[in-house]
């Protein structure tokens, strides 16, 4: 019963399909329906299987770079560090709970697939209605509806009143769809005329219908079991790190392997030495801050966006925003307000643009950008009550904000009787309704007859131009009334064609005195007799209107590089109309629609998407379809939406976005970003963001591998003089910088905001990594070759004042050690210029403010201390080589860093003016 296709009971006999489904038009008894629920089950949508939560955990602990950290932890205990074998174990753990607890909140802030869903629906059983829970409803079920409720399972209408149905959260269709019991195959998918489905919403009218498919077998649930397929793959940022640790390990094990073979054949050391000192240096080059660093980041990053109303579900999720190069958005409620707005009225004698104005009281409209009188416009006056009176929809405030009870295209007839000042309530006690011709598809128009005066009556009609013009015998032109000409018949059929080269509707606003009717010719006048011999008023036009703030979005887009293709379920001319006028695309864009699309080969869609590109009218599966295949062409795509049927491309997207206001439960649960503001300029905060985390590894990147310069620099000297030098650096005294002073700093990185300039460059090549030449050529030929020269000349220097080259280098006692201590002071003071250095790519650090990142100056301070702590404290003096140094000492290691930094700044100002374009 249930495997049948919905739409195939579309053009069925109703007797047929009661007999199929093994129903009746007073429903299932009580007894039928629990055998079926037992057969198909309740009426929910089944979530994707998520992994469980100890898996998750663990794999928080089992990254690359965590397993490359816990052999260093091993590595060091074997090297008779204990200690900070553990701190690095210590490092690793923190950092894999934190990691968890983040994903793990997020997950659960979002998890509400079921919400969607109505609770409760009227269904007959054993010939009576009931309120019965919607997970109950089965196959066979007949079921009631009104305006306002959600509708729970696929189902074909067997009684329908003025049903208009919101079918956005399935198409993207903004217009509400009509729906009768005679079969229509209408435009598009879903269009089915009497055919209603899960997850839409009835916003007027009645209905009646019997249910036909339940749960996962809906269209719904086919959507939702399409977007559980989707497998999600590890994040770019992922994939790059893996890469990275690969890289940093080969990088490691090799400089250890040189040491080792050196060790032995330079200096003659005993194997065990000789291994024992090779582990320390791959220790040495190992960055186990590098995990800590990149959460702190993404965590950072997921803080500032939750400021912006944006609520990240996975860390990693940020960062590929970052890299994003094609935004594939929706149109309705993601670029548009989805909300139906009066753009223009044109009347016989003036055209009003009412875009965008807000409320005005005491008879007059804001229009064109000042007040007029609606007295001194007769039309306009005309166009407003016949607009208010001709409506079943309410608009009332609810937190601010307008709530709409009833169908989009009457709200916005009603806002703009609000903006006339226009006493709604009082209009329909003086003038009160006694008779209505509700609205159909067939007629296009929807009429209702007012007493105007004692047994003198008047009827208000709006409808589609093309079936209501031809109604009108007259015109009212200013206060008078004229018979309507060819020539009115061009003007007005010339300004529609206008409008709707716009993307805009046109909707005729008409009526017609009846004059005084008895109460029999009043119950028996029908709407053939009734809606003729009109007075054409003026025309009504609407749009469903950009956000405002989406404008600077697009051009902020643009400015970055990445490509925006507008995918929609909505009518090809509206679609291209809103693109070009957000400046999407241009003039010359190319249209596709769904029907297109699907005769479509893979290389054409390429071809096609490589150039200005909007989609119209597609399908989910087509969504799908096109964010696979960009991805296919090596772009990062993000996906943006908020409907059910862009769940399966917000699951297959590199990066989902979901509307949290207006956007559906399967959309947010098949996200990995969902903005709370529904705001598409909040998708360009997040691109920054992520550019910054992107940025700010590599930043860590740079600082870190500075130290490892002149770590290996003293051991250089050491081998290649055979022992002659003697390590003008330790060991344990390599450890500590990388686990001790340069930690601290380096997670103060991670929270560094965006530079400017950096939403004026494009995307990061899939082909770039964290690990390219820029960031060697700054870590080892600049910020690293002068830190060794300076490190290294302390160490000669502290000698010399105590008679080299006169006597030998000490290998031992208290010169020695004086002489670590100044090399080891000299790397972290190197480092204090290398952070700040570190803060900007080629921005001025003084254009972000030198005080500004507090981590870092905290970590800069944290690191002096601790070098105080290790070279007059006794007990850890023995432990790290070190010594009590002079006053003189620490003025000149003050010193060093103002010279690097300055010569830092000096670069970074050339490079600003060779590239003034980016700043």
Known sequence: MQEKSTRMYAQEELTKVYKELGTSENGLTKEAAETRLEHFGPNTIKKAQRESEFKTFIKNFLSLMAILLWISGFIAIFTGTPELGIAIWAVTIINGVFSYYQEHAAKKATDSLLGMLPQFTKVYRDGEVVNLESSQVVPGDIFVLQAGDAIPVDARLIEATSLQVDESALTGESVPESKKVGFEEGEGRFAESN???????????????????????????????????????????????????????????????????????????????????????????????????????????????????????????????????????????????????????????????????????????????????????????????????????????????????????????????????????????????????????????????????????RLCLKGSLSDTINLCDQIQDGDTLRPLTVADHERIDAANKEYASSGLRSMVIAYRDLGQLDEDELNAIEFTEAEKHLTFVGLAVMSDPPRPEVFAAVNECHEAKIKIIMVTGDSSLTAKSIAVQ???????????????????????????????????????????????????????????????????????????????????????????????????????????????VYSNIQKFLIYILCSNVPEAFPSILFLFSRGLIPLPLTVMQILTVDLGTDLLPALGLGSEKAEPGIMKQPPRSRNAHLLNKRVIWKAFGWYGLIASLISTGAYFFTNYENGWPSVSLAGSGSLYMEATTMTLAAIVFCQVANVLNCRTQNSSVFSIGLFKNRLVWYGIIFEILLLAVLIYTPVLQGVFNTTAIQWVDWAFLFAIPIPLFLIEELRKLIARRSHPELY
């Open 582 to 692: 957000i400046g999407i695309v241009g003039e010359n864009a190319r249209v596709i629609t769904g029907s297109a699309l699907e005769k479509m080969s893979k290389q054409e869609l390429k071809i096609a998407l490589a150039d200005e590109v909007v989609f119209a009218r597609v399908a989910p599966e087509q969504k799908y379809k096109i964010v696979s295949t960009l991805q296919e062409m090596g772009e990062v795509v993000a996906s943006t939406g908020d409907g059910v049927n862009d769940a399966p491309a917000l699951k297959k997207a590199d990066i989902g976005v979901a509307m949290g206001k207006m956007g559906t439960d399967v959309a947010k649960d098949a996200a990995d970003i969902i903005l709370t503001d529904d705001n598409f300029a909040s998708i360009v905060a997040a691109i920054e963001e992520g550019r910054a």
């Open 195 to 457: 055919i209603i489905y899960a997850g839409t919403t009835a916003v007027s009218g009645t209905a009646k219908a019997v249910t036909l498919t339940t749960g996962m077998a809906t269209e719904f649930g086919h959507i939702a079991a399409l977007t559980h397929e989707q497998k999600k793959t590890a994040s770019p940022l992922q994939l790059e790190l893996n890469r990275l640790t690969k890289q940093i390990s080969i990088i490691a094990f090799s400089i250890g392997l040189v040491f080792l073979v050196a060790a032995i054949f330079f200096v003659h050391y005993p194997f065990a030495k000789s291994f024992v000192f090779a582990l320390g240096m791959i220790v040495a080059f190992i960055p186990e801050g590098l995990l800590p660093t990149v959460t702190l980041s993404l965590a950072q990053g997921v803080k500032r966006m939750a400021k912006k109303h944006a609520l990240v579900k996975e860390l990693s999720s940020i960062e590929t925003l970052g890299e994003t190069t094609v935004i594939c958005s929706d149109k309705t409620g993601t670029l548009t307000q989805n909300q139906m707005t009066i753009n223009h009225l044109w009347l016989p004698k003036n055209e009003f643009d009412v875009t965008g104005q807000g409320y005005v009281n005491n008879g007059e409209i804001t229009l064109n950008g000042k007040s007029i009188n609606v007295a001194d416009y007769p039309n306009l006056g005309m166009l407003v009550q016949v607009a208010a009176l001709d409506n079943d929809t309410q608009v009332e405030q609810a937190d601010g904000e307008p709530k709409i009870m009833g169908t989009p295209t009457e709200a916005a007839l009603i806002i703009l009787a609000q903006k006339a000042g226009f006493d709604i309530k009082q209009a329909k006690l003086d003038t009160p309704r006694v008779k209505e011709f509700t609205f159909d598809s067939e007629r296009k128009r929807m009429s209702t007859i007012h007493q105007i005066e004692k047994d003198s009556y």
